[in-house]
């Protein structure tokens, strides 16, 4: 047998019209992969980076809540710097003034003139 069994197939018009419908089946499968493909691997890179998105977003609120905190520290810490400090002065014009007076009662009961008397006028007292 020659190989020109197959070609009355091919010739004939039953044939012909069955070769074009695969054609144009494959070439349409062809095209709905090629195109599936493509979209799938955009609606990846958009969910990748709506995810990276979320995640920055995330990140950034802890970032700025530390800070926040931070800074709430260091106004706790700064009041009661001050806090401790006017309590400290507070303390130092009580002693100077005790002294003061020990000074005083020591030069009035030793029949001196008293403290106040040897002091310039213009002596800042606190």
Same mark, same amino acid.
């Given at each position: 047998m020659e190989n020109n069994e197959s #070609?009355?197939?091919i010739k004939s018009i039953g044939g012909r019209i069955s070769l074009m419908f695969a054609l /144009?089946?494959?070439t349409g499968i062809a095209a709905v992969a090629v195109i599936s493909? /493509?979209?799938s691997g955009n609606a990846l890179t958009d969910a990748s980076f709506n995810q990276l998105r979320a995640i920055r977003? #995330?990140?950034k609120g802890q970032v700025e809540g530390y800070f926040n905190e931070r800074y709430a520290d260091m106004n706790v /810490?700064?009041?009661m710097l001050e806090a401790f400090k006017q309590r400290s002065f507070g303390e130092l014009r009580t002693i100077q003034q005790a002294r003061n007076n020990e000074l005083e009662a020591f030069f009035s009961d030793n029949g001196g003139p008293? /403290?106040?008397a040897h002091l310039p006028p213009h002596t800042v007292r606190i």
């Open positions: #070609i009355p197939f /144009l089946m494959i493909v /493509l979209q977003e #995330i990140k /810490l700064s009041n008293g /403290l106040t």
